[in-house]
């Protein structure tokens, strides 16, 4: 089995290159005038190197799926240049990341040559400032079989319930309205007034409205913008404030809410894998944080993700994806038939009877993960890095964990600071609805 090619070595490379160096500067603009900029130094006379070009490209994708964006601003090296501009044009190798993100945003990609000092500054909005469990609030999280609702009356939570639901099959978005309100009403019955609502749900989510999820993967194209729209339906009928956020960026919330951690990023393992952001200030962001999408590997026969086509992406490495990858690769047999969930409770129970096929599986995981801590830091300002997801469930998550910081240790003394951390019992309990019910 091929070894990891962690993209920070290939950046440590340029950076000791020496010499006269020109800069490779992109940033990816998207809502509101928000950005993320970014430098690559390319030593003089490396521009025409395909290793170095692609290098360049893996950057931009990194940005493109980490903070989100429509228009690319390129300068620096042409050849270089003229290679990320021909795979983001239409027709080019990234077809399907300038398909997503129109259905993100609603614009078709731009491409803008400029000089340098034309490239935009980064920016985030700040859409978590206003995190409050003042009055009676419900929170709820929305999942592919289930969605979990609490009440919550000055900060105590006085109901939560799982509802069943089954969205992916549903065509009608009428549905997701009907189904939320019947939790939303079971909520309400326990406070004595309804002041907000917050929401956690999987997908892209800009402006209060799902732009990109599996959930609405059975909708029409005539009816998806009136599903996009489930949560602005809900706000009208209950006349109370609604603030939905992605899933990802509400566990980080969690550990905000918990035990007052900022500079949090979060990498979720579960049937993919989910990103989620708090800055310093305890802020989400408004960026994508589709972690799912971003490159880690640079090795040119990394694994390919089955939806994007691409090779060497987050899901192939932190998910369920990747321990049934490296199952396979380890010699750990599967009936063709068996579903992803049920491989990952086999490996669990291997890993529970220390075979050592599985013992391997999770030690990679953790190496991989090590690995991609000081990448993450390219595009990331934080301190702390929240691991959970099903994948970190029992004695693999902790192999998974000792196994990062180990490799952070031995590989990148420059981020021995890091906390990487699993969620503790009080996060655990309070769980991503409670959370979710304090976003204002």
Request: one cysteine or more; aromatic letters at 8%.
């Amino acid at each position: 089995m091929a070894s990891m090619v962690p993209m920070m070595s290939q950046v440590k490379k340029l950076r000791a290159g020496g010499g006269a160096v020109n800069e490779f500067v992109f940033a990816w603009e998207r809502e509101d005038g928000c950005c993320f900029r970014y430098v690559l130094p390319i030593p003089a006379g490396r521009e025409h190197d395909p290793a170095t070009q692609r290098l360049a490209e893996r950057a931009v994708k990194f940005a493109l799926w980490a903070a989100g964006g429509w228009r690319l601003h390129l300068a620096g090296p042409e050849a270089v240049c003229q290679a990320v501009e021909a795979a983001y044009s239409k027709g080019g190798a990234r077809d399907f990341d300038r398909d997503m993100m129109f259905k993100a945003y609603g614009c078709e990609m731009e491409i803008r040559r400029c000089r340098p000092e034309e490239v935009p500054a980064s920016k985030d909005s700040v859409r978590g400032a206003g995190i409050s469990w003042k009055g009676c609030r419900i929170g709820f999280d929305l999942g592919a079989s289930d969605f979990k609702i609490a009440a919550v009356q000055e900060g105590k939570v006085t109901f939560s319930d799982e509802f069943p639901w089954d969205p992916r099959n549903a065509a009608d978005p009428q549905y997701h309205v009907d189904k939320l309100n019947e939790g939303l009403r079971a909520a309400a019955a326990h406070l004595p007034r309804v002041d907000a609502i917050g929401g956690s749900t999987a997908g892209i989510v800009v402006d209060n409205q799902i732009r990109v999820a599996s959930l609405l993967r059975a909708v029409p194209a005539d009816r998806y913008a009136e599903a996009q729209s489930m949560f602005r339906t809900i706000e009208k009928q209950w006349n109370v404030p609604v603030k939905v956020e992605n899933d990802g960026d509400v566990t980080a919330l969690a550990a905000y809410v918990t035990g007052g951690t900022t500079a949090v990023l979060g990498v979720a393992m579960g049937s993919s894998q989910a990103g989620g952001y708090l800055d310093r200030s305890g802020h989400i962001t408004g960026r994508l944080n589709e972690l799912a999408f971003t490159p880690v590997d640079f090795a040119p026969d990394a694994p390919a993700d089955e939806w994007s086509g691409d090779v060497g992406v987050g899901a192939m490495y932190f998910s369920q994806q990747a321990t049934n990858y490296l199952a396979g690769k380890l010699g750990i047999p599967f009936p063709e038939d068996m579903k992803l969930p049920e491989r990952l409770l086999e490996v669990q129970r291997l890993m529970a009877a220390e075979d050592e096929r599985a013992i391997r599986l999770y030690t990679l995981v953790g190496e991989h993960l090590g690995h991609s801590v000081p990448w993450y830091r390219e595009f990331y300002d934080y301190d702390n890095l929240l691991m959970l997801g099903r994948v970190t469930s029992g004695r693999g998550g902790e192999i998974i964990l000792a196994t990062a910081r180990e490799t952070v240790r031995k590989h990148y003394p420059e981020c021995v600071t890091v906390n990487i951390f699993m969620p503790d019992e009080k996060a655990k309990r309070l769980g991503q609805a409670v959370a979710a019910a304090a976003l204002s």
